[in-house]
């Protein structure tokens, strides 16, 4: 029986696993150091956009008067291509809009504490790729 190492190579398996788990959990640990918020209601402005000198704002309240539009041509007609861009445009718009939303911030740590999880993700990951390199 021929045994190979990790990833095919004659790399070592043990430096593979530790990498692994190291990395896991240090990426782990930094994303749930993560907050994520959002600022999405109906009244936020999602778009902004010039018009003769003023600044028009669309926000996501108004995107629910297409999709209701789109709606309501889709029900009445199914194949309709208007109602369907419509629904197809609004909902997407809504989709970006709360992506832009988002808010990332990290909690409060130590600095220790940052260095360790940055030590375990990266380290491990370093770990991990060379166990996978013939040596």
Not at 14 to 36: A, E, H, K, R
Not at 83 to 102: K, N, P, R, T, Y
């Amino acid at each position: 029986m021929n045994f190979q190492g990790a990833g095919g190579t004659p790399g070592g398996v043990g430096s593979f696993i530790i990498g692994f788990v190291m990395m896991c959990s240090g990426f782990y640990l930094l994303l749930q150091s993560i907050d994520v918020s959002n600022s999405f209601t109906l009244g936020t402005s999602l778009y902004q956009m010039p018009v003769m000198g003023y600044t028009a704002s669309i926000t996501s309240g108004m995107l629910l008067v297409p999709f209701v539009f789109g709606i309501g041509m889709i029900f009445y007609d199914g194949r309709n291509r208007v109602g369907w861009a419509l629904v197809v445009g609004s909902v997407s718009a809504m989709v970006i809009g709360v992506l832009a939303g988002l808010r990332f911030s990290m909690h409060h740590m130590s600095l220790f504490d940052l260095l360790t999880i940055l030590v375990l993700a990266i380290g491990g990951l370093g770990l991990f790729l060379s166990s996978l390199r013939s040596h």
